[in-house]
């Protein structure tokens, strides 16, 4: 047996303590405020969170109110879904239904509300050079990844969407019964004047960003694995960067906030949560 080997847990020990301060791309940086590129702006000693998001990975993290979050497409061929929850009481959740009639768009643009199932508003999307995104169809799960690659499950080449989400959400003592709806960032889908459903997956320029802004404390799940309507044979995902930082809750003249009467009641329901 070479000295090198980790079958006995001296070995083992040693082989781990060597790797300190290893690094590649698809890790988190601890602390963040570490990270070797900041966000335009921002302070390091601000930073909360500087992660990249492999292909086929997932992350979680709890957000307080007023944090920013961007996230990079870094290579052009991302798909970060997203499930949102009150980190108070994780009971309340991201509405995908809601969010959608609520603001009379079925499309997310810069001033979109990601919107509770109970009337408040969770984060709101402030900046956004994408322009494609997903709050139609839903993510990928074992059986959709095992039809077009062969297998799905979370531990082999393929995990799926869904399966990634369990695993995050069992961070925060979550389970399957609160897994819900999510919106895809970075491919887009629009539906036709016929009704027919359009996917727009690129791949597409590298570097595309959005920011959003939490406007409650908020658990934040996500997954990066291709979009349910991606029709290549190959599992085609590349990683997203994650980047979040300290910020002051909305005030009461923000722009988002009163950019329409739904918009505005959602904050005053926030505002009056947190009024308590």
């Known amino acids: 047996?070479?000295?090198?080997?980790?079958?006995?847990?001296?070995?083992?020990?040693?082989?781990?303590?060597?790797?300190?301060g290893t690094r590649v791309l698809t890790m988190?940086?601890?602390?963040?405020?570490?990270a070797p590129i900041l966000p335009e702006g921002v302070a390091?000693?601000?930073?909360?969170?500087?992660e990249v998001v492999a292909a086929g990975g997932y992350t979680a993290r709890r957000l307080n109110r007023g944090a920013r979050l961007q996230l990079t497409d870094l290579q052009g061929d991302g798909c970060l879904a997203m499930q949102?929850?009150?980190?108070?009481?994780?009971?309340?959740?991201?509405?995908i239904a809601d969010t959608l009639k609520v603001q009379w768009n079925a499309y997310?643009?810069?001033?979109?509300?990601?919107l509770s199932d109970m009337g408040r508003v969770l984060m709101s999307l402030l900046a956004d050079d994408a322009g494609t995104h997903d709050a139609f169809c839903g993510v990928s799960n074992a059986a959709s990844n095992a039809g077009r690659y062969g297998e799905g499950d979370n531990w082999g080449p393929y995990p799926n969407t869904?399966?990634?989400?369990?695993?995050?959400?069992?961070?925060f003592g979550l389970a399957r019964r609160d897994i819900h709806p999510a919106i895809s960032w970075f491919k887009g889908v629009t539906v036709a004047h016929d009704g027919n459903v359009q996917a727009n997956l690129g791949?597409?320029?590298p570097g595309r960003s959005l920011v959003l802004r939490a406007e409650m404390d908020l658990i934040v799940l996500l997954a990066n694995c291709p979009h349910p309507l991606d029709a290549r044979p190959q599992y085609a995902v590349t990683p997203v960067q994650v980047q979040a930082w300290r910020g002051a809750p909305t005030p009461v003249d923000d722009p988002v906030r009163n950019g329409s009467p739904e918009a505005l009641r959602a904050f005053l329901n926030v505002e009056d949560y947190f009024a308590r």
Request: aromatic share 6%; hydrophobic share 45%.
């Open 28 to 34: 988190p940086t601890l602390p963040a405020s570490t």
């Open 84 to 95: 949102l929850f009150n980190a108070e009481a994780p009971a309340e959740r991201l509405n």
């Open 162 to 171: 869904r399966d990634r989400f369990l695993l995050a959400a069992a961070k």
């Open 108 to 114: 997310l643009r810069p001033g979109s509300l990601l």
């Open 44 to 50: 390091a000693q601000d930073m909360l969170w500087s």
């Open 1 to 20: 047996m070479s000295s090198s080997s980790t079958a006995d847990p001296r070995s083992a020990q040693a082989h781990a303590r060597a790797m300190a």
């Open 203 to 205: 791949p597409f320029t």
